[in-house]
């Protein structure tokens, strides 16, 4: 059987893989992971406390790495919006455009508020998910 050329033949890296071979199982580990956790257990304890000992005696490398996991950097900033209560999807709206008007006056930035959009879509979401099953249920009973 001939196989029909790739769009991407010429920058493609090596050969692809044969027909019906899907490449790694799922759940397969790297070899390298494997190898180096073989080589860290039962290390764990005694390094960190070997990393600990260094940053008390003033090691800033052996410092930053314990704070590092003390205090990891927060990954997004607290954003300190009033917002309506959210219990209905029709309050989902009233939520929205608070966010937005707090985009304009320059309260949050566009990316803050796209955040907290897709948190309110979840919850809307969520929402409507509740609802149909609510009027499912109410329907077999009806229909019972």
Do not use: W
């Not at 590092?68 to 309050?91: C, F, H, Q, T, W």
């Not at 796209?114 to 979401?125: D, I, P, Q, V």
Request: aromatic share 2%; net charge positive; hydrophobic share 40%.
């Amino acid at each position: 059987m001939k196989h029909k050329p790739r769009n991407n033949a010429s920058v493609t890296r090596g050969r692809p893989f044969e027909r019906g071979n899907s490449g790694r199982p799922k759940g397969a580990r790297n070899k390298t992971t494997i190898a180096c956790e073989a080589l860290m257990a039962g290390e764990a304890e005694g390094l960190t406390r070997k990393v600990i000992k260094l940053a008390h005696s003033g090691d800033s490398a052996a410092l930053r790495l314990c704070m590092e996991r003390i205090y990891p950097v927060r990954k997004g900033s607290l954003i300190n919006l009033a917002l309506p209560k959210v219990d209905a999807a029709i309050d989902i709206v009233a939520a929205l455009g608070v966010t937005v008007d707090a985009v304009s006056q320059g309260e949050i930035t566009p990316d803050e508020a796209s955040a907290l959009a897709g948190l309110l879509e979840t919850k809307r979401k969520a929402i409507e998910t509740l609802e149909i099953e609510q009027r499912i249920e109410a329907l077999e009973r009806r229909g019972s």
